[in-house]
C-alpha cells in the first residue's frame, strides 16, 4: 500500500510539473475505436471534433496490464482529426471524480472508474478537463472489444458528465505514439498537459532505421533534430544547443525533446 501511495504522489507531482515519467510510457494494450458523440451531448459550440452526432476513427491504449494496484493510464487518438498527419491525443490517468481529486494520478485495480486528463485544456474558451468513465470496474476484469466507455468532460471544479461514446472495435498491433500537445480544432491543451507523452512508444516509434543513422551528421541529438524549413543561425546558446532564429518553433524547443523524437 505504500508502495502504491508513493507511485501515486511521484505521478501527480510528475504531471504536475510537465514530466510525468513512466506514467503515459508502462507497457499496455491498444484497441481500434469509435468516438461518438451523444446528440444532446453540452459541448462549446466552437469545436468542430465534439460537435453533436459526429462520429470519429480512434485508437485507445490501457496499461499497465497487470493485476496490482497502481497508477493507471487510458489514452486516446483521432487519427487525422485536423488533416493527414494532425492527430488529436487525449493522455489520462487513473483518478477521481470532483476537484481537486481530478488532478491527482490515484492508484487502482486493473479498470479504474474514472480516467482524467489530470490539467486543464480551453475548450473553445472555456477550461476543461477530459476523462473516461468505464461501465464496469474492479481487480478482475480487462478491457476488450464491444467495451462501451463514457467519454466525458468536466469544468475545474466540478464533476465529469458524459459528452460521448468510446466504444473498443478491434485489436490494433501497431506501435501508437501519444503526445499531449497533439491537439487542434480549438481545444487547447495547457501547461502541464501540453507537456504529455507516452516516451516509451514514442522511443520506439521514431526509431530511426540504419539507412538514416547513416544519412545524419555527426552533430548531437539537440541540433541535428530540426525541421527541413529551419535555417539555423551562427550563435548558440549557453548549453550549446544551435538555434534556428527563423523559426518560431526551434525558438519553443525544451531540452528533453530530443527524447520525444521530434
Known amino acids: 500500500m505504500l508502495t502504491a501511495g508513493a507511485e501515486a504522489v511521484r505521478a501527480t507531482a510528475g ?14 494494450e491498444t484497441f481500434g ?8 451531448a453540452r459541448v462549446p459550440d466552437s469545436v468542430t471534433l465534439l460537435r453533436p452526432g459526429a462520429t470519429h476513427r480512434a485508437l485507445v491504449q490501457v496499461g499497465p496490464d497487470r493485476r496490482d494496484t497502481s497508477v493507471r493510464k487510458l489514452c486516446v487518438k483521432i487519427p487525422d482529426a485536423y ?5 488529436q491525443d487525449f493522455l489520462m490517468a487513473s483518478s477521481a471524480d470532483g476537484a481537486p481529486l481530478h488532478h491527482a494520478a490515484l492508484p487502482t485495480d486493473s479498470v479504474a472508474a474514472l480516467y482524467s486528463s489530470l490539467w486543464l485544456y480551453l475548450a ?13 470496474t474492479g481487480r478482475d476484469l480487462r478491457f476488450g472489444v464491444g467495451d462501451e ?29 501519444f503526445l499531449g500537445r497533439n491537439s487542434g480544432g480549438k481545444i487547447w491543451p495547457l501547461p502541464p498537459v501540453a507537456f504529455y507523452l507516452s516516451l516509451r512508444a514514442g522511443r520506439q516509434f521514431a526509431a530511426p532505421s540504419e539507412s538514416s543513422k547513416n544519412a545524419q551528421s555527426p552533430s548531437s541529438d539537440l541540433t541535428s533534430i530540426r525541421q527541413p ?6 550563435r548558440r546558446t549557453r548549453r550549446g544547443r544551435l538555434r534556428h532564429s527563423r523559426c518560431p518553433w526551434c525558438r519553443r524547443r525544451r531540452p528533453w525533446d530530443s527524447a520525444r523524437g521530434m
Do not use: K
Request: charged letters at 20%.
Open 229 to 234: 524549413s529551419c535555417r539555423p543561425s551562427s
Open 124 to 136: 473553445g474558451w472555456q477550461p476543461v478537463l477530459f476523462g473516461v468513465l468505464p461501465s464496469t
Open 15 to 28: 504531471a504536475l510539473l510537465g514530466w510525468p515519467g513512466d506514467l503515459f510510457s508502462a507497457d499496455g
Open 33 to 40: 475505436a469509435t468516438l461518438t458523440i451523444d446528440d444532446d
Open 149 to 177: 466507455l463514457s467519454f466525458a468532460i468536466s469544468p475545474p471544479v466540478g464533476q465529469f458528465r458524459r459528452i460521448a461514446a468510446l466504444t473498443l472495435t478491434e485489436p490494433h498491433d501497431s506501435r501508437v505514439r
Open 83 to 87: 488533416g493527414p498527419g494532425r492527430d
